[in-house]
């Protein structure tokens, strides 16, 4: 079943080193790809695959898994993977209207 979330994401992703994106965030992070691999609940096969731009398209599925391991919604990786623009690492994985101090994790819940 196709939905418009992942026809979007399908088009979008075709013309973009997304894959190079997804690394760079799981690395300022300092996670491993098994550790991101763990929180996304994806195969570490698969992080690497996509890290190294194997894919030209994500399933929706795929794509929210990716958002949850990152510790952000899926808008917020769409925002960042359209702008191309990588926030501080204290910025990341944390919904623009919530505050915190500085470094503090804030668990944000992704849903299916």
Excluded: C
């Amino acid at each position: 079943m196709t939905s418009v979330a992942y026809t979007y994401y399908h088009t979008y992703m075709i013309d973009k080193n997304w894959g190079s994106i997804i690394k760079e965030l799981r690395e300022k992070q300092g996670m491993t790809q098994e550790v991101f691999a763990n929180k996304s609940k994806l195969q570490r096969g698969h992080i690497s695959r996509i890290e190294r731009n194997n894919y030209a398209t994500v399933q929706q599925d795929t794509f929210s898994k990716l958002a949850k391991g990152l510790g952000m919604t899926i808008s917020q990786l769409e925002q960042i993977l359209s702008s191309g623009k990588i926030p501080p690492v204290s910025e990341l994985g944390r919904s623009s209207s919530v505050k915190a101090d500085k470094d503090t994790p804030i668990a944000i819940p992704v849903y299916p």
